[in-house]
Antibody
Framework: EVQLVESGGGLVQPGGSLRLACEAS????????MDWVRQAPGKGLEWLAR??????????EYAPSLRGRITISRDDSKNSVYLDMSSLKTEDTAVYYC??????????????????WGQGILVTVSS | ERVMTQSPATLSVSPGERVTLSCRAS??????LAWYQQKPGQPPRLLMY???TRATGVPARFSGSGFGTEFTLTISSLQSEDFAVYYC??????????FGPGTKVEIK
């Protein structure tokens, strides 16, 4: 069974930093592209970042609006993906999801849509 | 950036009715469109990808159509478990990958 479990959320002051982690199980982690998506309270979904798999050199891509404030990384030995966030603002308050990109059969790349999601972790930015 | 819009924002429906949700892209996304269902307190669930391919375990009452800039998700006969928010997502042009604002399907 595929599982994605986020951790590291909580209350942080404006201007602060935070690292979120997502531990995966139930699939061959190093074969999949992994992403972070967030959802502000009562709002829609916002894609943040993706990291490619090992065969594609773990290349990272970011939402232009957040580039420079977030960093996605992964540790295949720990089946984990991370999101480092800095200079946090109140508008960064959201539930943060890690998500697995579907991998088209017979390929080594991600599909850019998400077949599994974690349960999400709440980050609250407030003084 | 491809901007996605969805209509209506809210749809009030009775169980058993046929439901049609619309999604529009600001520029063509070809067939690179997915739909997700989200219930309160839960993560999104993939319903459809490549416009019309149902994800694993998705009932046949869900169908998708469209190409380019206009897309539709149809639920042939709404069941009680289908009351949720539905999001479309384009993956033709990135970064960023973009989602629509969602359509809430509520009980009439």
């Amino acid at each position: 069974e595929v599982q994605l479990v986020e951790s590291g959320g909580g209350l942080v002051q404006p201007g602060g930093s935070l690292r979120l982690a997502c531990e995966a199980s139930g699939f061959t982690f190093n074969e999949h592209y992994m992403d972070w998506v967030r959802q502000a309270p009562g709002k829609g979904l916002e894609w943040l970042a993706r990291t490619r798999n090992r065969l594609n050199s773990h290349i990272t891509e970011y939402a232009p609006s957040l580039r420079g404030r977030i960093t996605i990384s992964r540790d295949d030995s720990k089946n984990s993906v991370y999101l480092d966030m800095s200079s946090l603002k109140t508008e960064d308050t959201a539930v943060y999801y890690c998500a697995r990109e579907s991998k088209p059969q017979g390929t080594n790349w991600g599909s850019k849509f998400f077949d599994y999601w974690g349960q999400g972790i709440l980050v609250t930015v407030s003084s | 950036e491809r901007v996605m819009t969805q209509s209506p924002a809210t749809l009030s429906v009775s169980p058993g009715e046929r439901v049609t949700l619309s999604c529009r892209a600001s520029q063509s996304v070809a067939s690179n469109l997915a739909w997700y269902q989200q219930k309160p307190g839960q993560p999104p669930r993939l319903l459809m990808y490549d416009v019309s391919t149902r994800a694993t375990g998705v009932p046949a009452r869900f169908s998708g159509s469209g190409f380019g800039t206009e897309f539709t998700l149809t639920i042939s006969s709404l069941q009680s478990e289908d009351f949720a928010v539905y999001y479309c997502q384009q993956y033709n042009d990135w970064p960023p990958l973009t989602f629509g604002p969602g359509t809430k399907v509520e009980i009439k």
